[in-house]
């Protein structure tokens, strides 16, 4: 026992000061793309021919970040001159249109609902839905537990039943198999709920779109009320979005 506790005295606390003090992050991540609107549209073309997400919009000069996986092919094949990625992580959105963008995002917190603010505040409790994902998604939603991250601090937790939760976080591109799971899952969460789109999966079907296999985008099935995009989010991304949808502003 005296062991244990002088390797915590040694180990001193691990928990980041996340939001009070910025986390540096990993150079080589990818956030909000920097979006050169000046591009030429023989540029803009080109990126778009190779993004394997159909996510840009040449004549708009757009990315669709529920469709982007973040590659960076685009930034590669036009060397930066159409988009260059930020270390932006605030990549959630309360409306599906404001992740077609030239580069801004509405601040989420002003786009949240008072309602969920006055609900949810200071106590959420999800339970997490894998709608046929990949599991990366699902492995960088289970950081946000670790010492480093401990969500439950800000009093977000994750919950076994739908019947103690206040909302579901869904991930994958939901599978027809999973159709109906998910929607008894949705059904058995108490109202007033909330609906957490995470990945670029479950926003639009990410890179499993077109399949005949799956519904793509949650929203054409239940409403959604925050979409955290990526592929997978970053941890960091969905704190984000969870603290400026359900605490700030
Ligand atoms: S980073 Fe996004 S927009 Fe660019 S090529 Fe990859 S999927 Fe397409
Ligand atoms: S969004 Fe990407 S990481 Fe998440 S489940 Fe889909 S393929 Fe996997």
Do not use: W
């Not at 691990?14 to 939001?19: A, G």
């Not at 080109?46 to 040449?58: E, F, H, K, L, S």
């Not at 739908?162 to 599978?175: E, K, L, Y």
């Amino acid at each position: 026992m005296l062991k244990v506790i002088q390797n915590r005295i040694e180990q001193g606390c691990k928990t980041s000061n996340y939001p009070l003090e910025p986390i540096n992050l990993y150079h080589r991540y990818r956030g909000l793309p920097v979006i050169d609107s000046e591009c030429s549209l023989d540029i803009v073309q080109r990126c778009a021919d190779i993004c394997p997400q159909d996510a840009i919009q040449v004549e708009a000069k757009t990315i669709d970040l529920g469709k982007c996986t973040f590659c960076g092919q685009c930034e590669v094949e036009g060397e930066g001159a159409f988009a260059r990625f930020s270390e932006d992580f605030g990549l959630g959105a309360a409306n599906r249109g404001d992740l077609i963008t030239q580069g801004t995002l509405p601040d989420l917190a002003a786009h949240s609902k008072q309602e969920f603010k006055k609900l949810f505040g200071r106590s959420l409790q999800l339970r997490q839905v894998s709608a046929a994902g990949c599991n990366s998604c699902e492995a960088d939603t289970n950081v946000l537990n670790t010492p480093f991250f401990d969500l439950s601090r800000f009093g977000i937790d994750f919950v076994a039943s739908p019947r103690h939760a206040d909302g579901i976080h869904v991930t994958g591109p939901i599978s027809k198999n999973m159709r109906q799971a998910l929607l008894d899952t949705y059904d058995a969460v108490p109202s007033p709920k909330i609906v957490i789109a995470s990945g670029c999966c479950s926003i639009s079907g990410g890179p499993f779109y077109g399949s005949d296999e799956i519904i793509g985008d949650l929203n054409s099935l239940i409403p959604v009320d925050l979409y955290i995009p990526g592929c997978p989010p970053h941890p960091l991304t969905t704190l984000h979005a969870l603290l400026k949808f359900f605490k700030q502003g």
